[in-house]
């Protein structure tokens, strides 16, 4: 990946390039016209010598020629300062105007990361569908396509998280920083919009509408079949734990029922508009409802995880308990210097108020904060010269810190219409954390941090959005454009698509081939 310094390097080239062969030409005009001056003299010596000779002297071609030469170089000079002076102003016609304020280059490299990381999504919500249909080896172009894509993000999202975190002084560092992550974020949308057209060929929605219908229905059908049981496990989280336990899945059983909702309204007029043969309008319908069905499952699917996740977590804890009083009954060993004694006493306060939560008593306890609260007081107990190290921790550890990523990234998927660049940063730094080989405790409980944080910022950024269920739209359709499903609340809203910032908005009533340009996110994200 290429610098944004080394990108203009062309450019300037180019330039030079220019200069070189307009100071070569004037060059040759001077040593022409030098050259032919001892013609000229001799010419004029001739004339002197012969007086009243008849003809055309050589002094009569020369002069001439000498006063071609002149203007040319004359000519050439200018023309040279001309190109110098509009290269160098700062007025809007030049070629080198003032850099982009540094205020306005933070904002597009937030736009971008919203864009790419919305593109990133829908791709692989559309690719999972033409997977079903046709195969993963079909499909292994745009697989790739899209795994370029979202390794340019994760390295614009580092990039940002860095940026974020160190807030350099350097003005220059900070500005070659939002220009590389413009830069990958370009490059990614660039690809996805390369391999745009032929995702849609290989779908061909308009020819296998039949099939694909027939596929979005079934599975529309499988997921209001488990809504019930959603919620049975949804009302057995809230009587065996307290509502902290439940509150990242509390609304997700309505919410998937919005979106059957607007699934079923979109997927009656893809079928009423095959029946009609109007192709292109039933392949946007469909496309609508295909993104609809997708996070309706996501929803259900998260009730269903996290009723398991505290399953698993209040079956680890007392195991976690004895590591950490393993690790209090080690560090009271050691000589009581620095802050050593402090942590053995905030460890031993954590231990002890859990396993009295946890010992029952008629009140309901949080088994994953739990294990993240023992975790996170017995790990300043460990010192790297003893063993085991983190291992036994490391394995209490995970468990919530999946939790907590896979929640916020399903958070972030559903409500991608609203969710800005900050808490899609926290989020993607989580993600690459606790996908490091081999993972160590430190970055597992960061990861854990990192999701918390962006689940945060993620709600606060749908609370500035406004709620989408209260307005005047009906069918679903505000719940749909704060999923990113469709790109605006408009009667002919185009849905998200594979593809670019280009090509994402191409799924609308006016065909398939339409490619409507995009220089936005969906929705403008709030928040800085």
């Known amino acids: 990946m290429t610098s944004p310094l080394s990108r203009s390097r062309p450019r300037r080239a180019t330039s030079h390039i220019a200069a ?12 022409t016209g030098w050259l032919l001056l001892p013609v000229a003299r001799a010419g004029a010596d001739e004339v002197a010598a012969a007086p009243g000779q008849g003809g055309t002297s050589t002094a009569d071609l020369v002069l001439p020629l000498v006063a071609v030469v002149a ?4 000519a050439a000079y200018s023309y040279i300062r001309r190109i110098r002076r509009a290269r160098t102003r700062t007025t809007p016609g030049g070629a080198t105007a003032h850099p982009a304020p540094f205020a306005e280059l933070d904002r597009r490299a937030r736009q971008s990361l919203v864009e790419i990381d919305d593109c990133v999504r829908t791709g692989a919500e559309e690719l999972g569908w033409a997977e079903a249909q046709f195969g993963k080896d079909a499909v292994e172009t745009y697989t790739a396509a899209l795994a370029f894509a979202r390794s340019e993000l994760t390295a614009s999202f580092r990039l940002r998280q860095r940026l974020d975190d160190t807030v350099p002084d350097d003005d220059l560092v900070k500005r070659l920083l939002l220009e590389e992550i413009a830069a990958r974020c370009m490059e990614a949308g660039r690809r996805l919009d390369a ?10 929605l308009e020819r296998t509408l039949p099939a694909a219908l027939e596929s979005a229905e079934a599975r529309f059908r499988e997921l209001a079949a488990r809504t019930p049981a959603a919620e049975a496990a949804l009302a057995e989280l809230h009587e065996r734990y307290p509502p902290s336990a439940s509150l990242p899945v509390a609304g997700h059983v309505e919410q998937a029922k919005d979106r059957l909702v607007f699934a079923t309204t979109r997927l009656n007029q893809a079928r009423r508009s095959l029946d009609r043969g109007e192709g292109e309008r039933a392949s946007a319908h469909l496309r609508a409802a295909e993104g609809a069905v997708d996070q309706a499952g996501l929803f259900l699917d998260g009730v269903f995880r996290l009723s398991r996740e505290l399953a ?3 079956a680890r804890l007392p195991g976690a308990l004895r590591d950490a009083e393993a690790e209090l009954a080690a560090a009271r060993g050691l000589p009581a210097v620095g802050a050593l004694p402090g942590r053995i006493a905030h460890a031993a306060s954590v231990v ?3 396993r009295r939560e946890s010992a029952g008593g008629g009140h309901p306890y949080d088994p994953l904060d739990a294990l993240r609260r023992v975790v996170d007081a017995g790990a300043p107990l460990l010192a790297e010269d003893r063993v085991p190290v983190d291992r036994p921790f490391l394995d209490h550890a995970l468990l919530p810190a999946r939790s907590v990523v896979a929640l916020a990234s399903d958070f972030v998927t ?3 219409g609203a969710v800005g660049a900050e808490a899609r940063t926290r989020l993607s730094e989580a993600e690459r954390r606790l996908a490091l080989a081999p993972c160590a405790l430190v970055d597992v409980r ?8 962006a689940e945060q910022l993620a709600e606060r950024d749908v609370r500035a959005y406004g709620n989408p269920y209260a307005g005047p739209e009906g069918a679903g359709v505000g719940g749909a454009v704060l999923g990113g499903i469709l790109l605006d609340d408009t009667p002919d809203a185009p849905a998200a698509s594979f593809g670019g910032p280009r090509t994402r908005g191409r799924g609308g009533f006016r065909g398939a081939g339409n490619r409507a340009v995009r220089t936005g996110s969906a929705m403008p994200p709030p928040g800085p």
């Open 20 to 31: 070189r062969v307009a100071h070569a030409v004037l060059g040759g005009l001077l040593a």
């Open 71 to 74: 203007a040319g170089a004359l």
């Open 195 to 204: 391999e745009a057209a032929g995702f849609d060929l290989l779908r061909a």
């Open 312 to 314: 698993s977590a209040a």
């Open 352 to 354: 002890a108020d859990v």
């Open 414 to 416: 559903t409500h991608r």
């Open 446 to 453: 960061h990861a854990d941090a990192l999701a918390r944080e």
